[in-house]
């Protein structure tokens, strides 16, 4: 079965440098990967959606990339700052080019952003 | 447009009750996920719904259930509560149609604790 991992459970930074996530997944490539972003006691809020024909994807400060061929996905904050802290999530589909309410999730990790 | 809602937001019960939570959804949106979260095995997803029957279902034991009525509100219901469901249960909704791309939104959560 598909598994997901998130390398770091945490990440400390300081502000005004680029955080990086990294997303590893261990079996068949997905039809694509989402990145979430949860703050405590709150669900998870979406954030990126990359397909797997796409390399790479930007929102404002993040991008994401998907490397089909390593089985990983990297999620980039730049100029990051205290309010980006929270807990990011990394998402891919259970069934491959199914709906899309099947989601599984990697554990998260936990980005501090000094100041 | 109103977000998912989710209630009760906190639960306390005891071994062996049952417990049913309510989920509901964005407006338009007729897809509906479950999802358990614990800080051991993170976000695992439990089912989901779509125009009232499950499209998809987790690894979870026969004593969670679910159901999805005609206007898209849900209702999750675990039965004989064991002390390892303590979690946050998670509700998402989408479109759940026009392609696998589309973005969950999660609501608050329902924190169950079991004693």
């Known amino acids: 079965s598909q598994k997901i991992e998130q390398n770091s459970e945490a990440l400390n930074i300081q502000e005004g440098k680029t955080a990086t996530l990294t997303c590893n997944y261990t079996n068949y490539s997905p039809a694509y990967l989402q990145w979430y972003r949860q703050d405590p006691g709150r669900g998870p809020v979406f954030l990126l959606l990359i397909r797997e024909n796409e390399k790479e994807k930007r929102k404002e400060r993040l991008k994401v990339t998907f490397d089909t061929t390593l089985k990983q996905s990297l999620f980039h904050i730049t100029a990051s700052q205290p309010a980006d802290s929270a807990t990011y999530l990394c998402?891919?589909?259970?069934?491959?080019?199914?709906?899309?309410?099947?989601?599984?999730f990697g554990k998260g990790t936990k980005l501090s952003v000094k100041p | 447009k109103a977000g998912v809602t989710q209630t009760p937001r906190y639960l306390i019960k005891t071994r062996g009750q049952q417990v049913t939570l309510s989920c509901s959804p964005i407006?338009?949106?007729?897809?509906v996920s479950w999802y358990q979260q614990t800080p051991g095995q993170g976000l695992q997803f439990l089912f989901e719904?779509?125009?009232?029957?499950?499209?998809n279902k987790g690894n979870f034991p026969g004593r969670f259930s679910g159901r999805q009525f005609s206007n898209s509100r849900s209702e999750m219901n675990v039965s004989t509560l064991e002390l390892g469901d303590s979690a946050l249960y998670l509700c998402a909704s989408s479109l759940g149609s026009g392609g696998p791309y589309n973005e969950q939104f999660f609501g608050p959560g329902t924190r169950l604790t079991v004693l």
């Open positions: 719904y779509f125009s009232e029957t499950q499209r």
């Open positions: 998402a891919l589909d259970g069934n491959y080019g199914g709906s899309q309410g099947n989601l599984i």
């Open positions: 407006s338009g949106h007729r897809s």
